[in-house]
């Protein structure tokens, strides 16, 4: 069974860290680009970090550059997002894709609240 699953979410303190991780099962995900995606209640689902799967080169939004960083262990079949100095703002669902031509897989989400 093809299968993303996402998991580390919580709820933390703002400045707190994070790491998320997306592991999958059924594929490589070694073939495949990997994004992080989040979405806050009531807003649109929006891409926050990418690795390419060619030479792992990565993307960032300029809302979390220089706080996140994604990374990928081929070993594990698993993605990482490491999420520091945390604010409100970063509050929401983070969802997991893995796509490339023909395929696109997404994970069920992992919750992260960021509150005093």
């Known amino acids: 069974q093809l299968q993303l699953v996402e998991s580390g979410g919580g709820l933390v303190q703002p400045g707190e860290s994070l790491r998320l991780s997306c592991a999958a099962s059924g594929f490589n995900m070694g073939y495949y680009a990997i994004g992080w995606f989040r979405q806050a209640p009531g807003k649109e689902r929006e891409g926050v970090s990418s690795i390419s799967s060619s030479d792992d080169s990565t993307w960032y939004s300029d809302s979390v550059k220089g706080r996140f960083t994604i990374s990928r262990d081929n070993a594990k079949n698993t993605v990482y997002l490491q999420m520091n100095s945390l604010k409100p703002d970063d509050t929401g669902g983070y969802y997991c894709?893995?796509?490339?031509?023909?395929?696109?897989?997404w994970g069920q989400g992992t919750q992260v609240t960021v509150s005093s």
């Open positions: 894709n893995a796509r490339r031509i023909g395929d696109n897989y």
